[in-house]
């Protein structure tokens, strides 16, 4: 039997019962931060060092979560699926939980990056960074994160990912963020989308999009076993 393809486009959402806080909550802080004080690149210039300290903790805090049954169940899928991750997160639980096909389009948080050459790009051995820590080019390094006002590179290959998929599975995105969220509009006319979130009837979404009111955690391992009946 021919496989189908099945893009899974993640959000915050997916990593929320991991212990990992999504991003726009109700006090519409992030872990008590306001975003533009610590995820864009004015941040950075006007204060480093508290960026570097936040994302520090963030790190410590992705090291210590677990995948939940959300993230294990898409791994389930490749059984029955040629299967692709698409993921606006930033931590690695997609691969700790053992996912093929990833894409982070915001980055990841447990590499770091050069602050002149974003092409320099380092695996960390160690969950926090310093001003002292530099790339091969003598510049400091920074976290490998995509912040407010910068440009998304890995969004053409998602485009391309998504332009033929059979299924777009959406899970755990709030869908503000652009130009992430137009992957909804970049698939074919054929291609189910069928969306993942316990806000899913609240949110302001195209009428063929199939909605699912629950959990990741609730929701995927039960979606995952239907599809393989
Ligand atoms: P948001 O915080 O905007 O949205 C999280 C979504 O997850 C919401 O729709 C929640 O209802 C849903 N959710 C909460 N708990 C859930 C659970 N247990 N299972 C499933 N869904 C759940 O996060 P994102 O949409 O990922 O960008 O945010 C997009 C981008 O905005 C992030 O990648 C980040 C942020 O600023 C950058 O850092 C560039």
Excluded at 49 to 70: D, H, L, T
Excluded at 131 to 136: A, F, I, S, V, Y
Excluded at 137 to 146: C, E, Q
Aim: net charge negative; aromatic share 6%.
């Amino acid at each position: 039997m021919i496989k189908k393809k099945i893009v899974v486009f993640t959000g915050a959402g997916i990593s929320a019962e991991s212990g990992l806080q999504t991003f726009r909550g109700s006090d519409g802080l992030w872990e008590g931060h306001r975003v533009e004080d610590v995820a864009t690149p004015e941040a950075w210039q006007r204060d480093p060092e508290s960026v570097q300290r936040f994302y520090n903790m963030r790190r410590i805090a992705c090291r210590r979560a677990q995948p939940n049954a959300g993230h294990l169940a898409l791994v389930e899928l490749e059984k029955y699926a040629d299967v692709y991750i698409i993921t606006q997160n930033i931590d690695d639980l997609h691969e700790r939980a053992g996912s093929k096909n990833i894409l982070h389009l915001h980055g990841e948080i447990m590499k770091a990056q050069s602050s002149r050459d974003s092409n320099l790009v380092y695996q960390l051995q160690k969950d926090e960074l310093s001003m002292e820590d530099k790339c091969k080019m003598g510049s400091i390094l920074r976290p490998h994160v995509v912040w407010f006002g910068e440009a998304v590179p890995n969004m053409l290959i998602a485009s391309e990912i998504v332009k033929d998929a059979d299924i777009l599975l959406v899970v755990g995105t709030s869908l503000q963020v652009y130009p992430a969220a137009n992957l909804l509009y970049e698939t074919s006319k054929d291609c189910k989308i069928e969306l993942i979130d316990p806000n899913a009837h609240q949110m302001r979404i195209n009428s063929n999009v199939i909605l699912h009111s629950g959990t990741a955690s609730e929701i995927l391992p039960k979606w995952v076993e239907i599809y393989a009946e």
